[in-house]
């Protein structure tokens, strides 16, 4: 299968992304694209019913899915009205993790796009400002925070066994020791619940150590304790490193991490618009800088104006693009280019 266009970075295929997902060979660690909305543009190919689009992006997860990898991201666009049915259909091949808003709003509260101009009478239900992102992930990151979990507690295990000792010496049972402990510090429960267990085991502070070592056989110094813990700390933190593979890429900016977003969406007549539903730039870099790795690979099934494949290559990333339009793939390419912004 010959691309259509290529650059040491960006790929771009020309056809049906049914027809060409199942002929590649690749490992993405960052899906994100923007399909039809159904029936909101006026443009062909946005005629497409609900029923239509679900199918249409349900056999899109399937064929994209194995070629993500373990720990990738996956970012798909949609229009309000429909994204309670695209998270339903989300979870059934991702991991669902966010619903982000798209507030297209300047920063001082200025209506951006056909809300800006819409008239109030003709309403019959709230007008739409915004679109949404649905953001997940191929798998969830359980197996990196169970590997963790078991290397903290091993790492941790002679300060557990310290303090399981001294209660074990003491004879005293936890209610007991609860009761001693609000007695003494006003909390019942911190101490006797997170420094006796395994599973959820934390270093006490200063003034629960010193009131349990009061009636409890705790030989040692808070400060000694505290400088065998801070050591064992670093050690835990630099020996998790070998398990950062099975962690997911996130590495969010102040522009962008919380779920709702504020970009100035590309305006009919604007310099560089050049499709319908073209997402400002600066979204989808940030976007490509949070959720791929540098030197990563970003796939795009609907590339419309190319968007994302220009991210990529500002952002030190690479692309696959996918697009059945021949007049977009043109585009693209110039984009994609630099001969056309």
């Given at each position: 299968?010959?691309?259509?266009?290529?650059?040491?970075?960006?790929?771009?295929?020309?056809?049906?992304?049914?027809?060409?997902?199942?002929?590649?060979?690749?490992?993405?660690?960052?899906?994100?694209?923007?399909?039809?909305?159904?029936?909101?543009?006026?443009?062909?190919?946005?005629?497409?019913?609900?029923?239509?689009?679900?199918?249409?992006?349900?056999?899109?997860?399937?064929?994209?899915?194995?070629?993500?990898?373990?720990?990738?991201?996956v970012?798909?666009?949609?229009?309000?009205?429909?994204?309670?049915k695209?998270?339903?259909?989300?979870?059934?091949?991702?991991?669902l993790?966010?619903e982000?808003?798209?507030?297209?709003?300047?920063a001082?509260?200025?209506?951006?796009?056909?809300?800006?101009?819409?008239?109030?009478?003709?309403?019959?239900?709230f007008?739409?400002?915004?679109?949404?992102?649905?953001?997940?992930?191929?798998?969830?990151?359980?197996?990196?925070?169970?590997?963790c979990?078991?290397?903290?507690?091993?790492?941790?295990?002679?300060?557990?066994?310290?303090?399981?000792?001294?209660?074990?010496?003491?004879?005293?049972?936890?209610?007991?020791?609860?009761?001693?402990?609000?007695?003494?510090?006003?909390?019942?429960?911190?101490?006797?619940?997170?420094?006796?267990?395994?599973?959820?085991?934390?270093?006490?502070?200063?003034?629960?150590y010193?009131?349990?070592?009061?009636?409890?056989?705790?030989?040692?110094s808070?400060?000694?304790?505290?400088?065998?813990?801070?050591?064992?700390?670093?050690?835990?933190?630099?020996?998790?490193?070998?398990?950062?593979?099975?962690?997911?890429?996130?590495?969010?900016?102040?522009?962008?991490?919380?779920?709702?977003?504020?970009?100035?969406?590309?305006?009919?007549?604007?310099r560089?618009?050049?499709?319908?539903?073209q997402?400002?730039?600066q979204?989808?870099?940030?976007?490509?800088?949070?959720?791929?790795?540098?030197?990563?690979?970003?796939?795009?099934?609907?590339?419309?104006?190319?968007?994302?494949?220009?991210?990529?290559?500002?952002?030190?990333?690479?692309?696959?693009?996918?697009?059945?339009?021949?007049?977009?793939?043109?585009?693209?390419?110039?984009r994609?280019?630099?001969?056309?912004?």
């Amino acid at each position: 299968m010959e691309p259509y266009f290529q650059t040491d970075s960006v790929t771009l295929y020309f056809g049906d992304c049914l027809d060409i997902l199942p002929q590649l060979d690749i490992k993405v660690d960052l899906l994100l694209t923007d399909p039809p909305y159904s029936r909101v543009q006026s443009d062909e190919w946005d005629r497409i019913s609900h029923r239509e689009l679900i199918a249409l992006l349900d056999a899109v997860f399937y064929s994209s899915s194995r070629l993500l990898s373990e720990r990738a991201a996956v970012y798909v666009f949609c229009w309000p009205a429909f994204s309670n049915k695209l998270a339903v259909l989300m979870r059934h091949h991702f991991h669902l993790l966010d619903e982000i808003v798209w507030m297209k709003q300047t920063a001082d509260g200025h209506r951006q796009g056909p809300a800006a101009k819409a008239e109030l009478a003709p309403l019959r239900k709230f007008f739409p400002e915004t679109e949404r992102i649905l953001f997940a992930s191929k798998t969830d990151d359980r197996r990196y925070w169970t590997l963790c979990e078991e290397l903290r507690t091993e790492t941790m295990s002679p300060l557990i066994d310290y303090f399981q000792t001294a209660k074990k010496k003491s004879g005293l049972p936890s209610v007991e020791i609860q009761n001693h402990m609000a007695g003494l510090t006003g909390k019942r429960y911190v101490f006797a619940r997170h420094t006796f267990t395994r599973s959820q085991w934390e270093f006490p502070a200063r003034d629960q150590y010193e009131a349990a070592a009061s009636f409890l056989p705790l030989p040692r110094s808070f400060d000694d304790l505290a400088v065998e813990y801070a050591a064992r700390l670093r050690q835990y933190t630099e020996a998790r490193r070998k398990y950062e593979h099975l962690r997911r890429y996130h590495a969010p900016q102040r522009c962008n991490f919380t779920d709702l977003w504020r970009y100035r969406p590309v305006m009919p007549g604007s310099r560089g618009r050049v499709h319908n539903c073209q997402k400002p730039l600066q979204m989808i870099q940030d976007m490509v800088t949070t959720s791929c790795p540098p030197g990563g690979l970003v796939l795009d099934c609907f590339a419309g104006s190319g968007t994302t494949g220009v991210a990529a290559k500002i952002s030190g990333r690479r692309a696959v693009l996918i697009e059945k339009d021949r007049h977009c793939c043109d585009i693209i390419a110039d984009r994609v280019a630099g001969t056309l912004l």
